[in-house]
Every structure is written in C-alpha cells, then in structure tokens.
C-alpha cells in the first residue's frame, strides 16, 4: 500500500542542492534573532556601477554640451554670407549646367504630367520669342509650352505697363456691360404650374 | 433683350487696335465674344480675376494684364461681370 506520510528526516536539503524538497520559507523561529550586518564599503564593492563617479558625471556633463553645441545653430551669431565674385560665376555655370541637363522636362506643363514638373513654370507672364512650340514631356506628350525665360525680365517689367487710356478702356467696357446687363431678365409668358381640370 | 450687350461688344471691337472682347458672367460663363477671344476661355478668364481680386481684398477689383509678343489681354472684373479685352501690342 501507499503512504502519506514518512518521519523520516530530510539532511539532504540543506546542502545546497535544490529540489523538490528544498524549503522555500525560512523557518521563521530561529531566524528572528539573525540580523545580516553587511558593510557598506562591501556593499559599494559589490554594486561598483550604480554610484557615478564624480569625474565621470562630469565627462558626461561634457558629452552633452558637446554635442548640443555641434546640434544648435547660432543664427545670430552667423556671419553675412557674402558670395566672392568667382563663387558667384561658378556656381551660376554650375546651375545653368543641370539646367541644360533637364533640357526639355523645363518647360512642360505643371500639370504633373512629367517628374520634372516642379522645377519648370519658369520665368514670368511675359512670353515673347519663343511663346507657344510643343515640347515633349518624358511620357511622351507633347505640350503646349506658354511660360518661357526671356533674357532680360528687368528690361520688361520696367516698362510703363499698362496705359492708363487702356486701364480706362476696360473700366468702361465693364461698365457698359454691367449696366446692359440689367436688360437681361425672365420674361414670364405662360404659367408654371396649371391646374387640372377633370371634368 | 441681349441688344445693349451685343452693342457694348461691338463698339468696344471698333477701338483701334483691338482684336478681340469677352463678358463673361459671375459664374465663369461666357455672356458674348467678338472677333479673337473664344467663349471657351470665359471659364479661366473670370477665375484669374477672381483670384487677383484676392490679393488685395479690400481695394476695388485690379486689371490683369497678360502680354506676349504680339498680344496684350487685359482682365477685370466688376460685381456681376467679367471683361477681358484682346489688343494687340503696340510697343513692341
């Protein structure tokens, strides 16, 4: 038959060996009067990395004003940026060269229909020599191209535009045709709504 | 009842050097065209003066004057109509 219980003693738990039989509770009676006095120098020895150092901290004060000075942008501090001569030229050849490189994808519409679409439109209104001419878009459409660069926009938009006679002209016209508007009206002829008569 | 407007285009057509006259309505539609502007272009027309009058809300609606070599259109609109005017340029 089975049995529930055995008297027999168990030495072999306390031998450091874990298993089944291993206490889990300290048998509380004989280790009430047990205090672990532990050193506290021992106990920084034991835990060497949680106190920061003095000298560390400040290495680490260092480290982050470091590299907030490598991050922040002193815009006041920031000298006038002026553009030597032969910077200017260089870098003006410079543009004009990948400009020449976009060739044709300039001047399509910005309808979107081309990746290059964002750097055309170009220029101002005025479109003189070249206005109009199809141009070919990378899909492949051809456009109708309105907007071009004209060599000297200063020189146009200086002139005395627009005439104030034509400035009246079209102040008059507006007027006339605001007021023959008001000729415009429903005429009512016949009603809307009948009424039915079943006889 | 179109009459007065029609008359309006016409005489505005016999102007010297001006080749073409467009009214369009508040709502972009074309009233009446003579000679070089299309009825097709009111709809933009009364958008671009509609959006330069924008710009300056306060102020009364401006002139929009588009030029190209050869060609000048003004653009203005006012409370229930939109002109535009074709010309050609004679600086040039």
Not at chain 2, 41 to 48: L, N, R, V
Not at chain 2, 69 to 77: A, G, H, L, N, V
């Amino acid at each position: 038959m089975g049995c529930c219980y055995s008297c027999k003693e168990d030495n072999n738990s306390q031998s450091g060996d874990v298993n089944e039989r291993t206490h889990l509770l300290v048998d509380p009676v004989s280790n009430i009067n047990v205090i672990q006095r532990v050193h506290s120098d021992d106990f920084i020895a034991q835990y060497p990395n949680s106190l920061p150092k003095k000298s560390d901290e400040q290495s680490a004060l260092n480290r982050i004003l470091q590299e907030t000075a490598t991050n922040v942008i002193d815009v006041a501090a920031l000298d006038s940026h002026n553009l030597e001569q032969h910077e200017y030229l260089e870098r003006m050849r410079q543009y004009t060269q990948r400009l020449g490189a976009m060739g044709a994808n300039v001047n399509t519409r910005w309808t979107g229909n081309s990746s290059a679409g964002g750097a055309g439109g170009s220029g101002t209104l005025l479109a003189p020599s070249a206005m109009g001419g199809p141009s070919t878009s990378p899909s492949g459409r051809m456009h109708l191209c309105l907007l071009t660069d004209i060599p000297a926009p200063e020189k146009v938009l200086a002139e005395d535009h627009p005439n104030p006679e034509d400035l009246i002209l079209i102040s008059n016209a507006l007027e006339k045709a605001s007021k023959a508007l008001s000729d415009l009206k429903v005429e009512h002829r016949e009603d809307l709504v009948v009424p039915f008569r079943i006889p | 009842m179109e009459e007065n407007l029609d008359k309006c285009l016409e005489e505005i057509h016999q102007l010297p050097n001006v080749i073409g006259v467009m009214y369009a309505d508040r709502q972009g539609l074309c009233l009446g065209a003579k000679g070089h502007a299309s009825n097709e272009s009111a709809g933009i027309i009364t958008a671009i003066a509609d959006q330069a009058a924008k710009i300056e809300p306060n102020s009364k609606p401006p002139v929009v004057l588009l030029e190209s070599e050869t060609k000048q259109c003004f653009i203005q609109k006012a409370d229930t109509v939109t002109a535009a005017i074709y010309k050609t340029n004679v600086t040039s």
